[in-house]
């Protein structure tokens, strides 16, 4: 902690007050840097499509309370062992996590979709996606917005940390990449509401988690 609204963790391990959702966690080491790993329980895997998993509350929860400012952390994801032909290594942040999990936003990445992979089709504009839990899964709005504006191309690839900064403001949000705006939207699906951050993953996916930092305004 260096300011009253500033919190950093360095996410070696799990930080304290954290808790787990749906996720397993653990301190690991990959490239070179200590970080957090995370992935979805056997429990969640195995369920069902939009209901345990696929833009779930599938997050370690953290003590980190938070409605509008910027979050910045770096991720590393993969496939995981035995992840479906769908899966794209999905990994973000959760944030405005309401205390009973009904309501969130999230922002996460899909290296495998990442443009450096080159990736056939509409892949190619689909390496970053924004929703908000519950109403407005990536579903939804690929399809009543079939523009794409809620996802973006990222330059990403599976393996590499990312650096992923999410700046928010009522309604308001950009997101950076590695120091490049890819996404900026003027009308988010969820209203304001201060609730916690959360480290969020989903199906197929193992993910690392290194430096977060989260300043509230």
Do not use: H
């Not at 369920?47 to 929860?61: A, E, K, M, S």
């Not at 409605?67 to 959760?94: H, M, T």
């Not at 969130?104 to 979709?113: G, Q, T």
Request: aromatic share 8%; hydrophobic share 40%; net charge negative.
């Amino acid at each position: 902690m260096t300011d009253s609204n500033i919190v950093t963790l360095p996410l070696d391990e799990l930080p304290d007050g954290a808790s787990l959702k749906s996720v397993i966690a653990q301190p690991s080491e990959i490239a070179g840097r200590a970080a957090l790993r995370v992935e979805l329980t056997k429990e969640a895997s195995g369920g069902v499509p939009g209901v345990d998993y696929i833009d779930q509350p599938t997050f370690v929860l953290l003590p980190v309370e938070f409605e509008n400012g910027v979050i910045e952390v770096d991720v590393l994801s993969r496939l995981a062992a035995g992840a479906p032909d769908y899966a794209r290594a999905f990994a973000g942040i959760a944030y405005r996590i309401t205390d009973d999990l009904r309501r969130f936003e999230s922002l996460y990445v899909r290296p495998l979709n990442g443009a450096r992979l080159n990736p056939p089709g509409p892949r190619m504009n689909r390496g970053l996606q924004y929703f908000a839990y519950p109403e407005w899964d990536f579903e939804r709005l690929r399809e009543e917005y079939p523009d794409g504006r809620y996802e973006a191309r990222a330059d990403i690839g599976p393996d590499e940390w990312i650096q992923l900064r999410v700046e928010v403001q009522d309604r308001n949000l950009r997101v950076m990449i590695n120091g490049g705006q890819v996404l900026s939207l003027d009308g988010t699906k969820s209203a304001p509401i201060r609730g916690q951050v959360g480290l969020w993953v989903d199906i197929g996916t193992e993910a690392f988690f290194s430096n977060l930092s989260v300043t509230a305004l």
